[in-house]
């Protein structure tokens, strides 16, 4: 099993940036990728960024230039940085890790506000 633990949500005025954190334990398999998401009211979940074990990269067109994603794999943490931040990136954002196999194992989420 895996443990998935985030941090970092907050409020911030548009066009701030604000970075999260999300930290995982438990049994972490060479090759788990991990990665974002995020989900507002009434909407569905969607994909914000990836990263594999090796560094590769994932944004979505429409998450490209303003989302940062990295990983250190001996902390096993993967952060997020969001620049240029919008009212409608207002969500709950959700840290996952993905075996090679599919599984997926996800955080409890950490909200983020975007307001004046």
């Known amino acids: 099993q895996v443990q998935l633990v985030e941090s970092g949500g907050g409020l911030v005025q548009p066009g701030g940036s604000l970075g999260l954190s999300c930290v995982a334990s438990?049994?972490?398999?060479?090759?788990?990728?991990m990665g974002w998401y995020r989900q507002a009211p009434g909407k569905e979940r969607e994909l914000v960024a990836t990263i594999s074990s090796g560094g590769s990269t994932h944004y979505p067109d429409s998450m490209k230039g303003r989302f940062t994603i990295s990983r250190d794999n001996a902390k096993n943490t993967v952060d997020l940085q969001m620049n240029s931040l919008k009212f409608e990136d207002t969500a709950v954002y959700y840290c996952y890790l993905r075996r090679t196999w599919g599984s997926t194992f996800w955080g409890q989420g950490t909200q983020v506000t975007v307001s004046a």
């Open positions: 438990g049994a972490i398999f060479n090759g788990d990728a």
